[in-house]
């Protein structure tokens, strides 16, 4: 089977919407970059993922959406392949997984789709994570192909029990001499083969038969486990192994309980969430209990909301701060974000206040770069954060960034009666500002080595058009007034 066929294209529902009498969706072909089903989860299908977020959204009385159901898919390419029909509640991640883990365990060997599909029937497995574990271990599923003499293929054969007599016959030196003689158009080579795969004990396909003996365990690998020796097949370094790095019984006990989608509330705490792992592994070790705690606890004490159904997500994160912490001696340290390194020749650093308390992000003060011979703040606002923009762009805290350095944040996120001040590209700062003064710091050498000097020259074009026009951007006590009026 090509690659391109090897894919589930499935319709993504808004449960809320329609609940409400609305269809909001689309179309979803995996797989894909697990970040980009989170994308199309709040873009297309309008849901809240980010706690903080909702929790901003139910406090102005909105309606907050965070569950997606799939309510329509194509019963071809792997779907069809394994004869396997998703839910309407089925795992999005879970089905991404599935479809890595065809694409990599059946690239070599496009007779194992046909054995985890024989292996799933006969051990009436129906979920996206049994299937995966049948394809990461489909090495081990007894399988083989047919090998019938020459001229007997399936489309002049279609009787299963017929080719699986020809494959025996093949093999057998006196049935097939007598096939070969006069008297081989009396012999019935259909009852040969049904009596044989009886007595062979083996469960017949369109291109092989599977021996009914060892079938690989289907629960072997939970969710969180099998993204991982997903996501090191799909890299390219060499000398990547199938079987992932060694696992601590607690962090098997995590992803196994992350597979259930149970909740995860804030108020929980490690001990509570500690406490549902437990439950769920059906376990009183009071041993693994202090190695769950001390496992989640980082994760778990960060929480900034409630995740409902979000123990999967909730697991897939231990599973990475566990990662980080076992490999941090062979990981470059990441650097903490500078405004400086984004300085250009003939700029400073500028700090500012806010007014009240609309604002928690942090330190009260906050920072932007202004040319020295400048005094036009909204032009500065704006340009730092399109550079902070276009320097994270690689790196996915864009948002985290700006509210710490900037202070700012998605206008739909704030509250217009605080008076904010907007800056550019739906940000916003929280309320006005009251204070704006030069860092006092030793002038800083500009840092020209991160290759956004095309990114740079449009927003220093724009900043001297502002220069040479005063009316181009008024000044921002005098936006302060308008939006106040």
């Not at 795992?91 to 194992?112: G, V």
């Not at 920072?367 to 902070?388: F, H, K, N, V, Y």
């Amino acid at each position: 089977m090509a690659e391109d066929d090897l894919t589930i294209n499935v319709w993504v529902g808004n449960l809320g919407r329609y609940n409400e009498g609305t269809l909001i969706g689309g179309w979803l072909r995996l797989p894909v970059d697990e970040q980009r089903i989170d994308r199309f989860l709040t873009e297309q299908v309008g849901l809240t993922l980010d706690a903080q977020q909702a929790y901003e959204i139910g406090r102005q009385g909105g309606v907050v959406y965070e569950e997606y159901g799939i309510l329509d898919y194509e019963y071809d390419g792997l779907l069809a392949a394994l004869d396997y029909r998703p839910g309407e509640y089925e795992d999005l991640h879970a089905l991404n997984t599935l479809a890595q883990a065809a694409r990599i365990f059946t690239q070599d060997r496009p007779e194992a789709l046909e054995a985890v599909r024989l292996a799933a029937d006969m051990n009436n497995v129906h979920d996206p994570v049994g299937l995966a574990n049948l394809l990461v271990q489909a090495e081990d599923i007894e399988y083989m192909a047919y090998d019938p003499p020459q001229g007997i293929t399936r489309e002049n054969t279609p009787d299963l029990d017929e080719m699986y007599g020809w494959h025996c016959a093949n093999r057998n030196s006196e049935l097939a001499s007598l096939l070969d003689g006069p008297y081989g158009m009396y012999f019935d080579v259909a009852k040969y083969g049904r009596d044989a795969s009886i007595n062979d004990n083996v469960t017949l396909a369109d291109h092989g038969f599977l021996i009914d003996e060892a079938i690989p365990d289907t629960k072997r690998y939970s969710g969180t486990e099998l993204t991982r020796i997903v996501d090191a097949h799909g890299d390219d370094e060499p000398g990547l192994s199938a079987t992932p790095p060694p696992e601590s019984d607690a962090l098997r006990m995590v992803g196994r309980w992350g597979d259930t989608h149970d909740n995860v509330m804030r108020s929980d705490g490690a001990e509570r969430i500690a406490e549902r792992i437990m439950r769920a592994n059906d376990s009183d070790d009071n041993h693994l209990r202090q190695q769950v705690r001390d496992l989640i606890r980082p994760v778990a004490d960060q929480l900034d909301g409630d995740m409902p159904s979000g123990s999967a997500t909730f697991a897939r994160l231990v599973a990475e701060h566990e990662a980080m912490h076992a490999n941090s001696d062979q990981m470059p340290a990441q650097e903490p974000f500078r405004l400086e390194s984004l300085l250009e020749p003939g700029e400073h650093v500028m700090e500012y206040t806010l007014a009240g308390t609309a604002t928690n992000w942090g330190a009260p003060v906050y920072q932007c770069i202004m040319p020295i011979d400048s005094t036009d703040i909204g032009a500065g606002l704006e340009d730092t954060l399109q550079r902070i923009i276009a320097d994270r762009a690689g790196h996915g805290d864009a948002d985290t960034i700006l509210a710490e350095t900037m202070g700012a944040r998605p206008i739909g996120e704030l509250d217009p009666a605080d008076g904010i001040t907007p800056i550019d590209q739906g940000y916003a700062l929280p309320a006005p500002i009251t204070s704006f003064n030069p860092k006092p710091v030793k002038e800083e050498k500009p840092d020209t080595s991160k290759g956004r000097d095309t990114v740079l020259d449009g927003i220093r074009q724009r900043a001297g058009r502002r220069a040479d026009d005063p009316t181009a951007h008024p000044p921002a006590q005098e936006r302060a007034k308008t939006r106040n009026r």
